[in-house]
């Protein structure tokens, strides 16, 4: 199937297949760091109402990862009480780490019988869970943004915030972003269509969409992921 059009917004999440492919084939790490990833494991449970603490936010490092100099696991812990009665709980693991036994889920079952995790859960019942690949690379593994035809958004191009463990704020911005700059691009194009065959001239279809890369800069997301640049 072969889906034609001006411009391609690619959000694929992390390290999105075609996402990655892209990066390869137009280079668009170049002069960028290296991305690295974690996996993140989480829970959602409902418990007694009588224990639900409205605003309760944890965060942990430490138990039951070990960050010795021969081990190196990085990673941490959230849990946030919910309305009405949820409890949001979860892991995340950096996915460089040494030793070959660790096994992510279990990590995240034994740091739930830790006494000051247990007691949120105590009574209650796991409704849902699931996992994901997390961007850690932070503002320098961000790659160029644009090529011909199409744009990396969201975290296809690395833009979750790590130390804050949230990214659908900064990914929803780029796309809003993305967006504008290329209607403005369009606006700007000549042509529209060749005929009634739907092809579109290979000059207008391979356009890259600069003002992006420029627009996401003087963003309040490149002043989040890198507050320092902007002093």
């Given at each position: ?32 760091s ?5 996996l ?10 009588e224990?639900?603490?409205?605003g ?22 959230f ?67 644009s ?20 990214g ?44 992006y ?19």
């Amino acid at each position: 199937m072969a889906l034609t059009a001006r411009q391609t917004i690619f959000a694929e999440g992390a390290r999105g297949s075609c996402s990655e492919m892209l990066i390869s084939h137009f280079d668009l790490r170049k002069n960028k760091s290296e991305q690295t990833y974690g996996l993140g494991i989480k829970e959602v449970w409902e418990i007694p109402q009588e224990r639900h603490q409205p605003g309760t936010v944890i965060h942990t490092l430490g138990f039951p990862l070990q960050a010795s100099i021969t081990d190196r696991t990085f990673g941490g812990a959230f849990l946030y009480h919910q309305e009405p009665n949820l409890v949001l709980a979860g892991l995340v693991i950096g996915l460089d780490y040494r030793n070959p036994y660790i096994h992510p889920y279990k990590e995240f079952q034994l740091w739930k019988t830790h006494p000051d995790i247990r007691k949120h859960l105590d009574g209650g019942t796991c409704l849902s869970y699931g996992a994901r690949v997390l961007n850690e690379g932070g503002f320098h593994a961000i790659p160029k943004l644009s090529f011909p035809g199409g744009v990396l958004i969201g975290c296809g191009a690395g833009f979750l915030n790590a130390v804050k463990i949230k990214g659908t704020h900064n990914a929803m911005k780029s796309g809003m972003i993305a967006a504008d700059c290329i209607f403005e691009l369009i606006e700007k194009s000549k042509g529209i269509l060749v005929g009634d065959t739907g092809q579109m001239d290979l000059e207008e279809s391979n356009q890259e969409v600069y003002s992006y890369e420029k627009e996401m800069n003087e963003s309040w997301v490149y002043k989040e992921l890198y507050p320092g640049m902007f002093i």
